[in-house]
């Protein structure tokens, strides 16, 4: 059972902005700093957000990341088919040193 | 350019012990710390647990009894060793580089293990 509660797909039409919700509780979202993965079909996760917000390097800005609360957000601006993958939160607990994951949520570009 | 590249059988018997290898390139072992992360087929991922070259560990409560991760500084490898699997344990597992608080950096491209008698 993940930690983190996504929705199991989202979809849009090329160029339009997608958001992709994590929710958690205070522990795992609000006291926790927040990754974002990107799973293409048959391939490895790659991160693309850590710590909340910051992008990794090389990633494009069309990918941003923000939390609130209990809430964490993937916005995903000028959608592309090549975005078209399995989204996942994940997270990490300051105080007992251990990880976890959303569900993954599976974008579709229409 | 970091490489990961995860080894070890691709079949292990229900109640036997899994064992996989990670064998990391163009980084120092001691430099970082290393994980170990689970994905059933067609399911989610889950996080396994981590390393530093110390020895300093953490595992994921629900495995924990059941999991250690170790290192082989010489060799450049870290491990993973899961005891008395069962059909539950069937996932492609991946080891990653970890940096910051928890974020994985680094991906090997996975390795299936299917439990089966």
């Known amino acids: 059972q993940s930690v983190l509660t996504q929705p199991p797909s989202v979809s849009a039409a090329p160029g339009q902005t997608v958001t992709i919700s994590c929710s958690g509780t205070s522990s795992n979202i609000e006291n926790s700093y927040i990754s974002w993965y990107q799973q293409l079909p048959g391939t490895a996760p790659k991160l693309l957000i850590f710590?909340?917000?910051n992008r990794l390097s090389g990633v494009p800005d069309r990918f941003s990341a923000s939390k609130s609360g209990t809430s964490a957000t993937l916005t995903i601006t000028g959608l592309q088919t090549g975005d078209e993958a399995d989204y996942y939160c994940g997270t990490w607990n300051r105080t007992v040193h251990v990880g976890g994951f959303g569900g993954g949520t599976k974008l579709t570009v229409l | 350019q970091v490489q990961l590249r995860e080894s070890g059988p691709g079949l292990a018997k229900p109640s036997e012990t899994l064992s996989l290898t990670c064998t990391v390139s163009?980084?120092?072992?001691?430099?970082?710390?290393w994980a170990w992360v689970r994905q059933p087929p067609g399911k989610g991922l889950e996080w396994i647990g981590y390393m530093f070259h110390s020895g300093t560990t953490s595992y994921n409560p629900s495995l924990k009894s059941r999991v250690t991760i170790s290192v082989d500084t010489s060799k450049s490898q870290f491990s993973l060793m899961l005891t008395s699997v069962t059909a539950a344990d069937t996932a492609v597992y991946y080891c990653a580089r970890m940096r910051g608080s928890g974020n994985l950096h680094d991906w090997g491209q996975g390795t299936l293990v299917t439990v089966s008698s």
């Open positions: 710590d909340n917000e």
């Open positions: 163009g980084a120092s072992i001691s430099s970082s710390y």
